[in-house]
């Protein structure tokens, strides 16, 4: 410190403030108080000059100098608290956060991933339930007991199909029994025609319920491949030979191309059952005195492709996201083609259990272009 009185004459003296109180101890002996923060011996000083007044009312210019060291010793220390406690803190707080809302949220995430898992073919399956009898596992059990009752329903449902087709089978067969047989022994050719449009009705029928066998047996998971070396170019001749007669009735042309042998582990009546009806379809949807082409090739070293290419009336592109859906027809052909819409909802069953690909593009008044791709061991 240092008191200079109101002549300059230096009452406290102080060397290492004479630097510095040069001017201002004359504000301060006039009552302006100053601060001012001064370099000394390596350290900063904050200074303080202000009046100082005795009881005989003499002013004098007290000035006063603090080390700032502890300050900033201070200071310092805040600034590592703001730049590396607190976001240190911040990041174990967040850290923390996550794994006791991961830990916290384990059960419901274990329980959306069942869920995720659950299709019409595997209604077995239940949610895994906490261990916590907390709202979550209440519904946990509630989900659980909802998909308890669809999997009864769809059982129940499959069951009804199956039996139904079990039971119209044996009846249908001895109509077609009964009416191949007045056919034959009928001379009235009006009651020939009428027997054979009861005959035709009855192989529709047939066909459905057949098909809605199969299905039945898809959905139930019943209905296993028989797994066995196929060569591929044998069994499509054999479809093609099988459609021959078919594809003559309309005047149309069977053309097969192959580019080498192919063979195959597949089911050989499951895959004979996928190309029959794709040719069928072909055939159906043609016009007479045209001509569909049937090519094998590989697509690559694993990869068959079987192409079924027609020209006849084609599909509508709004259509061709639906066809493979069960009962569904296109509008334009309900009434000029017979048919039950399961034909191509069971062929990519049966291609999709072989591990393969069905791909349709077509165009209206063009033709279609089927593509089945099945894998080469």
Request: include cysteine; charge should be negative.
């Amino acid at each position: 410190m240092q008191l200079i009185d109101n002549t300059g004459k230096e009452i406290i003296p102080n060397p290492l403030l004479d630097d510095h109180s040069s001017g201002n101890w004359q504000l301060a002996a006039k009552g302006i108080s100053q601060y001012k923060t001064i370099y000394l011996n390596g350290r900063n000083y904050r200074c303080l000059w202000s009046t100082a007044e005795t009881k005989e009312d003499t002013s004098y210019a007290l000035m006063v100098a603090s080390s700032m060291e502890e300050i900033h010793s201070d200071l310092q220390g805040l600034l590592f608290i703001f730049f590396a406690v607190i976001p240190l803190a911040l990041i174990i707080t967040g850290l923390t956060a996550y794994f006791i809302s991961r830990a916290a949220f384990r059960s419901v995430t274990r329980m959306a991933e069942t869920a995720q898992e659950i299709t019409a073919s595997s209604l077995n399956k239940r949610l895994q339930l906490p261990k916590a009898h907390d709202e979550v596992r209440m519904l946990g059990e509630t989900l659980n007991d909802m998909i308890k009752r669809i999997d009864s329903a769809f059982k129940a449902q499959q069951q009804f199909i199956a039996d139904a087709s079990h039971e119209i089978r044996t009846p249908l067969t001895i109509i077609q029994s009964e009416l191949e047989l007045a056919e034959r022994n009928s001379t009235d050719t009006l009651i020939t025609e009428n027997i054979k449009i009861a005959l035709s009705e009855v192989d529709s029928m047939s066909s459905l319920t057949n098909s809605l066998l199969t299905l039945s047996k898809l959905d139930s998971m019943q209905m296993r491949l028989d797994r066995q070396p196929v060569r591929l170019d044998e069994l499509l001749a054999d479809c093609i030979q099988s459609m021959s007669a078919t594809a003559a009735k309309e005047n149309i042309q069977l053309f097969f191309h192959i580019s080498e042998a192919i063979e195959i582990l597949a089911d050989r009546e499951k895959l004979k059952s996928i190309f029959v009806n794709l040719i069928d379809n072909a055939i159906k949807y043609s016009h007479t005195n045209s001509a569909i082409s049937i090519k094998m090739e590989k697509a690559n070293d694993d990869l068959a492709a079987i192409l079924i290419k027609d020209h006849g009336i084609g599909i509508a592109a709004e259509e061709l996201a639906n066809i493979f859906k069960r009962f569904y027809r296109c509008r334009e052909v309900r009434a000029r083609v017979r048919g039950n819409g399961l034909g191509l909802a069971i062929a990519q069953e049966f291609v999709a259990m072989h591990k393969g690909k069905i791909l349709i593009t077509s165009e209206p008044g063009k033709g279609t272009l089927i593509t089945v791709q099945l894998p080469i061991p």
